[in-house]
């Protein structure tokens, strides 16, 4: 019985060790009825069980509390989503209180999560104010007991020819992404040193290894938080805290839609992605929940890019669908 609940495990994607029948016992046939017959008996095998629980354990954030900041909408709002479903709490920030909230809502009716056992929590953050991140540091303390994890998220986009871009512009874009993620990430990480435990993740962009026209701040802002992020990790891991990227491929949310859908530019990426199209915000959110779990806990200073391989690919037809 426990052969076949190996070979159940692997049939159903939990990846439990498939080991062969002793010398001198019967392999599989009919002597129980047939497979389908032996296939039935292993599901309800302890071995089984015990498969499924180490794939959920790898990846179980039960405990564990989040802070996502941009996580209203778009991707920052997939990650939330995803950090909750695999039990993590979750506080999410953005600047319009009014519509955190009613996200933080919906997410936690998603969650399962009630008025009693809170799942998602939503607060107004600015993330280029020190007052009003370390109050969302102390939110996620106050609501949920704790904060664990912290994913920089926020962002805005700003497309324009590089001669007419101003450095009043530039700075900007600057600030809430490279000096913004500083300020979340020092906010956490004061706790998150006490405790000698934290993960951090910050949100990148295949701008910081691939041309994108007349995104240039955005782009140096991008590149900013990779250099951010390996100096993080670098100085502190000895603390327990891992800090780690993500740089998503092109993924249409609020900030990028009326630039990429149903535009030449859009459909340039699409014919530069092999696998001939945009991803989405849970694909993204995957990335995440993986970082953020026990499974990465020796990732450190590691940039996961998620991008359909848009940037591994050069000349040729690997496009999905072509030939």
């Known amino acids: 019985m426990a052969v076949m609940s190996a070979l159940t495990a692997r049939r159903k994607g939990y990846f439990a060790p498939l080991f062969l029948p002793p010398a001198g016992r019967p392999s599989i046939g009919t002597e129980h009825g047939g497979l389908s017959d032996v296939l039935r008996r292993a599901d309800r095998s302890d071995n089984l069980r015990s498969a499924?629980?180490?794939?959920?354990?790898?990846?179980?954030?039960?405990?564990?509390?989040?802070?996502v900041t941009g996580g209203r909408s778009g991707i920052g709002r997939a990650i939330a989503a995803a950090l909750?479903?695999?039990?993590?709490?979750?506080?999410?920030?953005?600047?319009?209180?009014?519509?955190?909230?009613?996200?933080?809502r919906e997410l936690n009716?998603?969650?399962?999560?009630d008025d009693v056992n809170l799942k998602v929590a939503g607060i107004g953050l600015d993330v280029t104010r020190d007052a009003s991140v370390?109050?969302?540091?102390?939110?996620?303390?106050?609501?949920?007991?704790?904060?664990?994890?912290?994913?920089?998220?926020?962002?805005i986009m700003l497309r324009?020819?590089?001669?007419?871009?101003?450095?009043?512009?530039?700075n900007e874009l600057h600030d809430v992404h490279v000096?913004?993620?500083?300020?979340?990430?020092?906010?956490?990480?004061?706790?998150f040193r006490e405790q000698h435990s934290g993960t951090i993740i910050n949100i990148a962009s295949l701008s910081a290894f691939v041309?994108?026209?007349?995104?240039t701040a955005y782009a140096a802002a991008k590149n900013a938080v990779l250099g951010l992020t390996r100096s993080l990790a670098n100085e502190w891991a000895k603390h327990g805290i891992r800090t780690n990227a993500i740089?998503?491929?092109?993924?249409?949310?609020?900030?990028?839609?009326?630039?990429?859908?149903?535009?030449?530019?859009?459909?340039?990426?699409?014919?530069?992605?092999?696998?001939?199209?945009?991803?989405?915000?849970?694909?993204?959110?995957?990335a995440a929940v993986y970082l953020a779990s026990p499974s990465a806990s020796f990732v450190n200073g590691h940039t996961l890019v998620v991008d359909g391989g848009f940037v591994a690919c050069g000349v040729g037809d690997s496009v999905e669908g072509a030939g």
């Open 134 to 155: 370390e109050r969302a540091v102390r939110k996620a303390i106050d609501v949920f007991g704790s904060l664990d994890i912290l994913v920089n998220s926020a962002g």
């Open 109 to 113: 009716q998603e969650a399962e999560g």
């Open 84 to 104: 909750a479903a695999h039990g993590a709490r979750v506080l999410i920030g953005a600047r319009s209180a009014d519509e955190v909230e009613q996200a933080s």
């Open 211 to 215: 041309d994108l026209v007349e995104v």
């Open 247 to 286: 740089a998503p491929g092109f993924i249409p949310t609020d900030l990028n839609r009326r630039l990429i859908e149903n535009t030449d530019r859009g459909r340039r990426i699409i014919e530069g992605t092999p696998m001939g199209r945009f991803g989405t915000g849970e694909e993204i959110a995957g």
């Open 160 to 170: 324009t020819p590089t001669f007419d871009l101003t450095p009043e512009q530039f």
């Open 52 to 67: 499924m629980a180490v794939r959920t354990t790898m990846f179980d954030l039960t405990n564990r509390v989040a802070l």
């Open 179 to 191: 000096t913004g993620t500083l300020r979340c990430a020092q906010a956490a990480g004061h706790l």
